[in-house]
């Protein structure tokens, strides 16, 4: 092999240095990949207790592991030869146009994850153009919400009260800031048993005890942000002084029935969304009942555990229905992949609840935006790959379920 010293004008192409980014911030959320990358920086920067109560689920986690599971058992069975150099993401959702097949779905306690919160998903959710779910134990209130996002779609999640009337003042907030959609979360008669949030002891808002100043030491910015921002409280209650406990034992009903949803459905002006829809059954009534659209989803397995995996019941639920409603799905989504498989399977929206809460946890607004962008970025590969352009050329043949577990049939 005859050797020769390199020239300048060869090793020049070769040497490139990257533009060095001295926020460690944004070092970090470069650095992330996937939502799981996200998800050990979160783990990282939360408090365990904090931590824990987002990445947890009810009893032995048996439904959350399952549905991830499922995702993971999809086989995309790709078509060649297709011009794919353009994809469009977008599509009319309960009657307005979303960027992108995902939105953020309603979550509790927001501010105890990250001190941004509500504000970093809902501006988040308005610039990339998907739908923003403010939860009825969020933290931040409904006015700031719309107010932070004036150009953005926000959605309202309610748990219906005991105090009815209470419950009702909340959505007619709402209609009246200009959110379009009601999101009537059904799976909670009573709270499931997140077995991670007792034995850590779980406070909210956290507590400063020998234990959580241990946990803190490494994690000085979440304290630091915390101890420095508004006091956590809820956002829908003026305030309360009794306990966790008798918190949930208020904003959780177990006398809501499909009387009280008739109820609501002839106050509510804009959109109804069913969020909790578990049986063929069950959506089939709320079809009947007039909905706009049922969302199948067990709550991310936080309340009953072994509850069935939404991805799998999707098939015989838009066969049933889905001529007459959306049929929307959420639970254990953590890529874009796990998007298409449900879009291609006949979800026509989805949404995601850990998956934007690990961004947040990773780094305030500008997480969120990663994890959007991480989303977005493998949603459109995986259409590029299976070589359709847009969500309405995604069928049921472009994935298999792999079937890992089946019911026996009585
Ligand atoms: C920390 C956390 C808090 C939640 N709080 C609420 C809530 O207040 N209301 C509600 O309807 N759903 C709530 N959910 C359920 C989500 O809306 C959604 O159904 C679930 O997170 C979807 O599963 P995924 O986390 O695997 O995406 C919560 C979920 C998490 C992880």
């Known amino acids: 092999m005859k050797r020769q010293l390199p020239k300048r004008h060869d090793l020049a192409p070769l040497m490139r240095f990257k533009r060095p980014v001295w926020s460690p911030k944004d070092r970090r959320l470069a650095g992330a990949l996937t939502i799981e990358d996200l998800r050990r920086i979160a783990k990282r920067r939360t408090p365990k207790a904090a931590f824990d109560y987002t990445d ?29 150099s353009t994809v469009d993401t977008s599509r009319v959702v309960l009657g307005k146009r979303v960027a992108l097949p995902f939105g953020i779905a309603p979550t509790g306690f927001t501010r105890m994850m990250q001190a941004e919160g509500e504000i970093a998903g809902a501006t988040a959710a308005a610039a990339a153009g998907i739908p923003f779910s403010l939860s009825t134990m969020g933290t931040t209130s409904i006015e700031d919400v719309a107010a932070a996002a004036p150009d953005g779609r926000n959605w309202f999640q309610l748990y219906m009260w005991k105090d009815r009337d209470r419950s009702m003042a909340l959505v007619d907030r709402a209609a009246k800031v200009g959110y379009d959609t009601l999101l009537v979360t059904v799976d909670v008669p009573v709270a499931g048993a997140r077995l991670r949030d007792v034995r850590n002891g779980m406070t909210i808002p956290p507590t400063l005890s020998p234990r959580t100043i241990v946990d803190a030491i490494p994690r000085p910015a979440w304290w630091i942000n915390f101890l ?9 209650l003026d305030s309360w002084s009794g306990t966790v406990a008798d918190l949930l034992d208020t904003m959780f009903d177990p006398t809501v029935t499909y009387d009280d949803l008739a109820w609501i459905k002839e106050q509510w002006p804009g959109k109804l969304v069913v969020k909790g829809v578990q049986t063929v059954d069950d ?23 072994r509850a069935p995996v939404p991805f799998h019941l999707l098939p015989q639920v838009v066969a049933a229905v889905g001529n007459d409603v959306e049929v929307h799905l959420d639970t254990g989504i953590m890529s874009g992949q796990d998007v298409v498989a449900s879009i291609a399977h006949g979800a026509h929206f989805t949404l995601v609840g850990r998956a934007y809460l690990y961004g947040l946890m990773a780094g305030g607004r500008d997480g969120v935006d990663r994890a959007i962008e991480i989303l977005r970025g493998q949603v459109e590969r995986t259409m590029r790959l299976l070589g359709v352009r847009t969500l309405d050329e995604l069928e049921p043949g472009h994935v298999t379920q792999l079937v890992r577990l089946e019911p026996r049939r009585l």
């Open 283 to 305: 959506a089939r009534r709320l079809a009947d009942a007039g909905v706009d659209a049922v969302l199948l989803s067990n709550h991310g397995g936080r309340q009953l555990d």
């Open 228 to 236: 420095t921002t508004e006091p956590l409280a809820f956002a829908s």
């Open 56 to 84: 947890g689920a009810a009893d032995g986690e048996v439904s959350l592991a399952r549905a991830r599971q499922a995702f993971g058992d999809v086989e995309f069975n790709p078509a060649i030869l297709r011009d794919v």
